[in-house]
Each structure stands twice: as C-alpha cells, then as structure tokens.
T-cell receptor
Framework: DGGITQSPKYLFRKEGQNVTLSCEQNLNHDAMYWYRQDPGQGLRLIYYSQIVNDFQKGDIAEGYSVSREKKESFPLTVTSAQKNPTAFYLC?????????FGPGTRLTVL | DAKTTQPNSMESNEEEPVHLPCNHSTISGTDYIHWYRQLPSQGPEYVIHGLTSNVNNRMASLAIAEDRKSSTLILHRATLRDAAVYYCILRDRGSSNTGKLIFGQGTTLQVKP
C-alpha cells in the first residue's frame, strides 16, 4: 500500500538530547512537510521541502533541522535548542493540491 | 494569507446531515477552499476542496457562497466515525504557493448515537 510512515509512534527523551523523527513515503511525491501540533491547537509548519536536496524554513523552524537526501525520506531532528519540544509531530507529502499525512510521532521530553 | 473563521464545536445526531460553516471574508480570487479533518490521535486527512462551484465526492459536499466569502462542508449522514476536528483552509493557487497549509483551531464535531 502507498502511504506515509512515521516512526516511532511514541518517543521519550531526556532534556538536552537531540532526537531524530523518521518520515518515509512511497507515493513518489516531490513535496514533503513537517508540522507540530500542541494540545487543542491546529498544526504549525516547521520545515518543508519541494524537491530533493532543497528545503525551506516554515513558521517555527528554530530548534529543528531537516535533510532531504532522498525523495522518499525527510527526517526531522529536534535539537536541544528547541525550548518546548514535547508535542505531536506530523509529516506530510503533497501532490495536486492535496496533502497526505502520516500517523504522527508523539514526542515527550522528560 | 487570508484567514478563516469556524465555530469551535458542533454536535450532530448519528444518521443526520451535518452542515459545518466557514467564513472567509478576505478570500482572494486565487484562493482555493480546502477542508481537512483530524480524528483523535491521527494525522489530518483531506476531505474536499473547491474554487467557485459546489463540489461533491464520496466523503462530503462543499457548498460555496456566490461571493465566496463563506462555505459549508456537508456530511450527508453523520456516523460515529465522523467525529473529528474539521479544518477549513484557504490555499493560494498562485505560482508562489509553497504548498503549505495554515491550520486554525477548526470545528470539533461530536456525533451522538
């Protein structure tokens, strides 16, 4: 089945540690996105990539980094510089005006 | 980006139609109206989108006002599985479009059996 996978579903880390969230898609989409969602809120854009080896900052990029070495993969690193990293992280890809979202990773920093 | 306004929450009975309103009085001529929904603890999923004419698909219908300053998402027969947060989003179809979606807080739909 075609789709977007994110792993792991739940992730716990100690404060001060960097952590990388995985996002893989087999939909052959060029564009990919990372969003963050806090409880009771809508999604906010962290980073996006419209093509391999290129990516742009979204609205809340501080404390995050990404790479796009392959079309299928768009990993997100949450660094120790991110002040409030505990959140629900969603990856998406898009084609023809539609975005397709993964199941999300819920990150808790202790 | 033009903004949308939606009620925070709505209730419906199972098997009945649901009309979810969205106001977008500052919409530009090149903005598409998109609807996504998010079930609890899941990623959002695309529902429908349109520009000027009403649109129908297997999930829902989208009714767009003639002046485009408001729209309504219609679920023809609500089921318990339709309980979700529904987001109305404007997306510019222009050449500078990054493809990003700007999510508000949406409407939380409760469906009662």
């Amino acid at each position: 089945d075609g789709g977007i996978t994110q792993s792991p579903k739940y992730l716990f880390r100690k404060e001060g540690q960097n952590v990388t969230l995985s996002c893989e898609q087999n939909l052959n989409h060029d564009a990919m996105y990372w969003y963050r969602q806090d409880p009771g809120q809508g999604l906010r854009l962290i980073y996006y990539s419209q093509i391999v080896n290129d990516f742009q900052k979204g609205d809340i990029a501080e404390g995050y980094s990404v790479s796009r070495e392959k079309k299928e993969s768009f990993p997100l690193t949450v660094t120790s510089a991110q002040k409030n990293p505990t959140a629900f992280y969603l990856c998406a890809s898009s084609v023809s005006n539609k975005q397709f979202f993964g199941p999300g990773t819920r990150l808790t920093v202790l | 980006d033009a903004k949308t306004t939606q009620p925070n929450s709505m209730e419906s009975n199972e098997e009945e139609p649901v009309h979810l309103p969205c106001n977008h009085s500052t919409i530009s001529g090149t903005d598409y109206i998109h609807w996504y929904r998010q079930l609890p603890s899941q990623g959002p999923e695309y529902v429908i989108h349109g520009l000027t004419s009403n649109v129908n698909n297997r999930m829902a219908s989208l009714a767009i006002a003639e002046d485009r300053k408001s729209s309504t998402l219609i679920l023809h027969r609500a089921t318990l599985r339709d309980a979700a947060v529904y987001y109305c989003i404007l997306r510019d179809r222009g050449s500078s479009n990054t493809g990003k979606l700007i999510f508000g807080q949406g409407t939380t739909l409760q469906v009662k059996p």
